[in-house]
Structure formats: C-alpha cells, structure tokens
C-alpha cells in the first residue's frame, strides 16, 4: 500500500496570531499554502490563559493593522475571549487556509529532492517551505526546586483559571512578572493569604503625561530593540491591564496585603528560603520605571509636545515592612500554604522538527526568523526580530519579512536560462 502525499508550496504550524498573519501575507504574495492547527485558531488565548485576564496593551495597539476591535473604546484592555474571536473573525476576512483539530507530528527534509516530508495526523504532505508558528510560550516551566510534596497544590500559571479552583489556604505565587502580579493580585482580592516571590523585573508605567507606556515604547523605538540588553535576557516585564490597566507598583501590593519575598531558593523539610534580594528587585524595577519617566521628559522636551506634566508619577509609597526586613524561610505548614503558582514562563517545543535548524543547545539557529535549514522558518519567538516580536501587532510584521523572503527564493527556484526558457 503506498501513502497518499499531499503536495502544498507552504505550510504554517500553528493558528495563534503567528499563524494567521503569516498565512494573510502569504495569500498576498500568492503563494499556495495551509495552516495547520493542532487545536482551533487562537486555542492559547481561550485555554492557555487564566479567566479574567485582558489584554496587557490597550485595543488600539494590541492588534493587527488590517482591523480594529469592533465596537471597542481604543483605549480600553481586551479580554481574552475577545481575543481569540477577533483572530477568529479576521482568518475569517481573508479566508485563511487553516485546517483545525490537525497536528504535525514531525518534518523531515527530502533526500536527493526538494522540500520536507511533513506527517501529520491526517497524513502526509509535501512542502517546499515550513513555517514554525507554534508560539513563543509552548511548555510551561516549573523549576527542578518544586517541592515532592503532594499535601501542597502545584500549578503553573498556564494552568491557573481563578481562585476558586484552588484548595483553601494561603497561596505562595512564584514569578513576578505580568502573569504572577496578576494572579496574586487577583488571589489576594478574592480573601486569600498571598506571598508573592519577586525576581529582576522591568516595570514601565501603565501610563504617562497621559499616554500609556504602549505608545512610549513606541515613539521612544524600544519595541524595535533587536536583543535584550546584556544581563537582561530573562528579565521580566511586570504591567497589567486589569481593572482598566494600573501600573504594577509592588509597594501598593504590599500595602494591599500581599507579603513580597525575594527569589525563591529552595524547599527542603516543609521550609521555603528566599534570597535576601527583594529590595534589590524591587529597587532595580524602580530604576526601570524612572528610566522611562526620564525618556518620556526628554522626548516630550525634545519634540515641543504639549501633554500634562505629572510630576507625581516620581512619587513612590513608602517602603513596607516586607520589604525593609524581608522574610528569608518560611515554614509552609505554619503559614497555611495549600498552593504553589509557577508563574515561572515557558520553554518551546520543536520535537517534531526534525532538521538542521538548530544550535548546539538545541536553540532555533535563524535570522529575523530564516532558519539555518533552508526552507524552514521560525515565527513568533521572543526576540526573532525586536522586543516586539511575540506581541500581537509584531508578529504581523515578522510574518511580513518571511512572506517577502519565501517570495524571493520562490523567484531564484523557478528561474530559467535562455535555454530552459
Ligand atoms: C499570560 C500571557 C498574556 C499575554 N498577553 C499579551 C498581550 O496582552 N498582548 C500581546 O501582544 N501579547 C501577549 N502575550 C504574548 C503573545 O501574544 C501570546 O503568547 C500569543 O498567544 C502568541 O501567539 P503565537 O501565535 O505565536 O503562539 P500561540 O498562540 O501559542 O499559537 C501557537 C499554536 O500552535 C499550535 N500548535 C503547537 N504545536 C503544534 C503542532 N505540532 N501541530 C499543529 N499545531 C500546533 C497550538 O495549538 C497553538 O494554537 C501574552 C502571553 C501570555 C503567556
């Protein structure tokens, strides 16, 4: 019996936002191609994501080019269902190729041919280009130093929906960065005993002189930042657009009720240590906001702008007690933890890519998201061109720049000398 193989120029892997705006600049370069989508379309923001989250960017910059939310104030957070419909509704405007409930279960390159022999679970098809669209956050990450303790509740934040799905008690939520402010916030609104484990984090203003922090990054060309600053690859960004979007201040957490610790160390005989660096943290995340309040300044300065002055933004609460003398170990059992929440981000998964597209770490080796394999292509990473990469409105740029180099090896591929011609 021979298996029946599908031939298609492109295929895109994955129907998040990464893969439906490929899929929107390839159909503008003409070239024939299908999405294929283990789940349905946007299955990270109906599922991945916790009930009440909302866009971390207000409606007017947290989106494609090609549409608006429909009947939104611009200025107004998304909620997450939303989300999902409007990416939903826009593959819909442009009849988007994409098969849903379809996983690919590994890609290989041809030997002695072109192109890649792609499996999937409704069978085999043959590309001559594969784009991996299978998100920047694919497996959540809990670190080796989690607890063997089974009375204790664990959870990564991908799995984490609302309080009440948790087991009474208080809550320790390891991570600060969006996800882990969000959900302690939450937790700690809902009645619960909060401790919240703060790591490095940035933490620009939610807005300033009356322009949120999305249109600073913006004029001030630090979404266009092509790699992180040294030292800052992990740092995290801690904002928040809950509640109609606040500036994540750790002081006003505290002052709520939440009790900050530093990084989490260890867990050993039902004690957790933290390191003595929550000051510090929370220090440096100062630094970060000012910095931006400063360039704001500068460039309101700079460019004659009339928008209001605000000089108490550069007020800050005073400093709790948590924080002036930090807790450094923790006895879970005395401190009613029924739950742990790794808000501890995520690794990606390229198992079932099976070509020369990596480093020795087993790192995606590519340039702005052409892999070292040619044909194979990479989008939606952290940092695959800019800052801006993984956010909704940077990745239509990246699926831009690789429809465009597609079309051009398209050109090379099917040139012709006067003889063939
Ligand atoms: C908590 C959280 C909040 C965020 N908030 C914002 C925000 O407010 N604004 C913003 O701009 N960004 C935000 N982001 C970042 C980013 O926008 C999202 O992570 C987004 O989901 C990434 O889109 P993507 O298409 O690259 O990946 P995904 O949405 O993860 O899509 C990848 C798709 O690939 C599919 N897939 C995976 N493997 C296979 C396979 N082998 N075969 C077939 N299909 C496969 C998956 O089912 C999935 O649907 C947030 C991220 C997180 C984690």
């Not at 742990?340 to 480093?359: E, K, M, P, Q, R």
């Amino acid at each position: 019996m021979t298996t029946e193989i599908t031939e298609i120029d492109t295929l895109v892997v994955g129907a998040g936002q990464a893969g439906i705006a490929m899929s929107e600049h390839l159909t503008k370069q003409g070239i024939a191609h299908l999405v294929l989508e283990k789940s349905r379309i946007a299955e990270a923001w109906r599922t991945g994501r916790w009930d009440s989250l909302v866009a971390n960017g207000p409606a007017w910059h947290d989106r494609f080019p090609g549409l608006a939310f429909p009947g939104r104030d611009p200025d107004s957070f998304v909620p997450k269902d939303e989300i999902a419909h409007y990416f939903e509704a826009y593959a819909e405007k442009f009849a988007a190729p994409v098969r849903t409930g379809v996983e690919v279960k590994s890609v290989v390159r041809n030997v002695g041919r072109p192109g890649f022999t792609v499996e999937t679970t409704i069978g085999v098809f043959n590309a001559q280009q594969v784009v991996a669209a299978t998100g920047p956050f694919q497996k959540p990450v809990i670190p080796p130093i989690a607890p063997q303790n089974e009375r204790i509740h664990q959870i990564h934040s991908a799995q984490y929906f609302n309080p009440q799905q948790l087991p009474q008690g208080a809550v320790l939520v390891v991570g600060a960065g969006s996800s882990g402010v969000q959900i302690a916030d939450e937790l700690q609104r809902a009645g619960r005993q909060v401790y919240l484990s703060v790591g490095p984090h940035d933490r620009p203003p939610r807005a300033y002189r009356n322009r949120d922090f999305c249109w600073w990054l913006g004029v001030l060309g630090l979404w266009d930042a092509p790699a992180s600053a040294p030292g800052k690859e992990h740092v995290t960004i801690a904002v928040s657009g809950a509640r109609g979007g606040h500036t994540v201040d750790f002081r006003a957490l505290a002052r709520q009720g939440i009790t900050l610790v530093g990084l989490t160390k260890d867990f050993s005989a039902g004690q957790v240590t933290f390191q003595p660096d929550l000051r510090d943290n929370i220090r440096r995340g100062d630094e970060n906001y000012l910095s931006l309040l400063d360039a704001a300044d500068q460039y309101i300065k700079a460019n004659g702008l009339n928008l209001p002055e605000e000089p108490e933004a550069r007020s800050f609460l005073p400093d709790p007690e948590c924080m002036i003398d930090p807790l450094l170990s923790l006895d879970l059992n005395e401190a009613g933890i029924t739950a742990i929440i790794w808000a501890t981000g995520y690794a990606v998964d390229y198992s079932w890519l099976n070509v020369n597209a990596f480093d020795e770490r087993g790192r995606p080796q590519h340039q702005r998201g052409v892999s070292s394999e040619p044909g194979i292509y990479f989008l939606g990473l952290p940092w695959l061109s800019r800052r801006g990469s993984t956010f909704i409105w940077g990745v239509w740029h990246d699926a831009k720049h690789i429809a465009d180099h597609i079309a051009t090896q398209r050109k090379y591929s099917q040139y012709k000398d006067a003889s063939e011609r």
